[in-house]
């Protein structure tokens, strides 16, 4: 009766913790409830001496073609020099269903400058070939940099 009993409650505790789990992936997304300024502020930090500006939602609207009543706000710095495609960009969703339509867009104007860039620019075609593009719930971020790797982790760190 006793291996009955410890069987029975090996398996009961197996199934609680896969129920737990499955749980806690389902409900949980990422995302964050920051604003704008406080996901774009460690990563304007981390882009030390990465030659962009920061833009208008205007031109992130121009360069991507975003609905922006879809979103929460937009940080977005570019390089002022046609010659460069550095770009970094951090947009907070109203709603996190937006988020594949927005990596859509992004990578159609990754795919673009990959076009525009291949023959003549072969380091800049390379930094478009190692961008980064990541949604967390209700956040996107993309960038284009020689630094890519520790601008992302600044906006890892700050969801």
Do not use: H, W
């Not at 962009?52 to 031109?59: I, M, P, Q, S």
């Not at 121009?62 to 460069?84: C, E, H, P, Q, W």
């Amino acid at each position: 009766m006793s291996k009955f009993f410890y069987k029975t409650a090996e398996l009961g505790l197996i199934a609680a913790l896969v129920a737990f789990i499955v749980f806690i992936t389902g409900f949980y997304s990422g995302g964050t409830k920051k604003n704008i300024d406080e996901l774009s502020a460690p990563v304007e930090a981390a882009m030390g001496e990465l030659a962009v500006t920061k833009k208008t939602n205007a031109d992130a609207l121009k360069a991507f073609g975003f609905d922006l009543s879809r979103t929460d706000g937009i940080a977005y710095y570019a390089a002022d020099n046609v010659m460069d495609v550095s770009e970094v960009l951090v947009v907070k969703l109203r709603d996190e269903k937006d988020a594949s339509d927005f990596k859509e867009a992004i990578e159609e104007r990754v795919t673009n400058q990959k076009n525009l860039y291949k023959n003549y620019a072969p380091m800049q075609y390379s930094l478009l070939q190692n961008c980064i593009i990541e949604s967390s719930g209700n956040t996107v971020f993309y960038c284009t940099a020689t630094n890519a790797n520790a601008i992302y982790d600044a906006y890892a760190n700050a969801l």
